[in-house]
């Protein structure tokens, strides 16, 4: 079986440029995660998607971080514009029940 | 305020010791308290998952113990790999609430040494 697949693995971008983070969940599982982890810090949590719903953004630093998941199936995590700050590694987790599966995690540069 | 500390930070054995990762928490009400491992480059792991009514859980050389009523849990590692070398991450959940109350600690760093 699959795991949690993240795409890109390491993305290096401008400040104020857009980048936009992609997940691919384990097949049937409902629940999506975003996460955050800056450097130094512990991971902290960006939002969660039921399906194509999103349960609980109340991570989401600001309004220039868009997260969609149509059709309940991948999710993606855009940036416009980035900044500095945003560095750090982006990890999705998907579930089923108790457990929580992580991908790798991209990891953002923002110079 | 909800928190998850972790102790120590960064910790270096020779192969083959034991060691034992602490964490604290501060989490109400408790649900579930969870320890991953996180390769560097890799996502994290589940190790262990433990709830209120446990206080101990193996999953092979690794072993946790949660202690609610001091909000105390620890990871003890027997005979310690090579493999073992990674971050150790303490995670805890509280109850009825959702997902923006998983509360992460910063996680001890293990470095194994042949």
């Known amino acids: 079986e699959a795991g949690v697949t993240q795409f890109p693995s390491h993305s290096v971008i401008e400040k104020g440029q857009t980048v936009t983070l992609r997940c691919d969940p384990i097949s049937g599982h409902d629940n999506l995660y975003w996460y955050r982890r800056v450097m130094g810090k512990e991971i902290k949590f960006l939002l969660h998607f039921v399906k194509e719903s999103k349960q609980d953004e109340s991570g989401m630093p600001n309004n220039r971080f868009l997260a969609e998941r149509t059709g309940g199936t991948y999710s993606t995590l855009k940036v416009q514009p980035a900044e500095l700050e945003d560095s750090g590694v982006y990890f999705c987790?998907?579930?089923?029940?108790?457990?929580?599966?992580f991908g790798p995690g991209t990891r953002l540069l923002v110079l | 305020k909800n928190q998850v500390e972790q102790s120590p930070q960064s910790l270096i054995i020779l192969e083959g010791k034991n060691c034992t990762l602490q964490c604290n928490y501060t989490v109400s009400p408790f649900s579930n308290l969870r320890w991953y491992k996180q390769d560097t480059g890799r996502g994290p792991v589940s190790l262990t998952i433990m709830t209120f009514s446990e206080n101990t859980k193996s999953n092979g050389r690794y072993t946790a113990t949660l202690d609610a009523d001091t909000k105390q849990s620890s990871l003890h590692i027997t005979a310690s790999q090579l493999s073992d070398s990674a971050s150790y991450i303490c995670v805890v959940s509280a109850k009825y609430s959702s997902a923006s109350k998983i509360i992460f600690g910063s996680g001890t760093r293990l470095s194994i040494r042949p």
């Open positions: 987790a998907s579930s089923q029940g108790p457990g929580q599966y």
